[in-house]
């Protein structure tokens, strides 16, 4: 039912930035909660951002660096990275939701995922 597809990602040095993409396929994207997450190699996959009609929420580790947005008119949210540091590697992954469970918001649908890569 919901398609995500993720797009942006690449090489970049140590103190640049990149932007990422995600396309969603839905019947009605604004009804849906968006998030950001990464997972970088021999770890867990961790919460970098999301976006809700209440505000937006970033992970402390990228406060203030990243931004996160949407364009729901073309079922798009972007993850706008900035001041990227080597520990920003990791395949990011778009995420969404419509529904909150007793542990928080619950995502079940998720993008293929995109690499980036900050070098030093």
């Known amino acids: 039912q919901v398609q995500l597809v993720e797009s942006g990602g690449g090489l970049v040095q140590a103190g640049g930035s990149l932007r990422l993409s995600c396309a969603a396929s839905v019947r009605t994207f604004s009804n849906y909660a968006m998030g950001w997450f990464r997972q970088a190699p021999g770890k867990e996959r961790e919460f970098v951002a999301s976006i809700t009609w209440t505000g937006t929420y970033y992970a402390d580790s990228v406060k203030g660096r990243f931004t996160i947005s949407r364009d729901n008119a073309k079922n798009t949210v972007y993850l706008q990275m900035r001041s990227l540091k080597p520990e920003d590697t990791a395949v990011y992954y778009c995420?969404?939701?419509?529904?909150?469970?007793?542990?928080?918001?619950?995502?079940?649908?998720w993008g293929q995922g995109t690499q980036v890569t900050v070098s030093s």
């Open positions: 995420a969404a939701s419509d529904r909150v469970g007793s542990r928080g918001r619950e995502y079940d649908y």
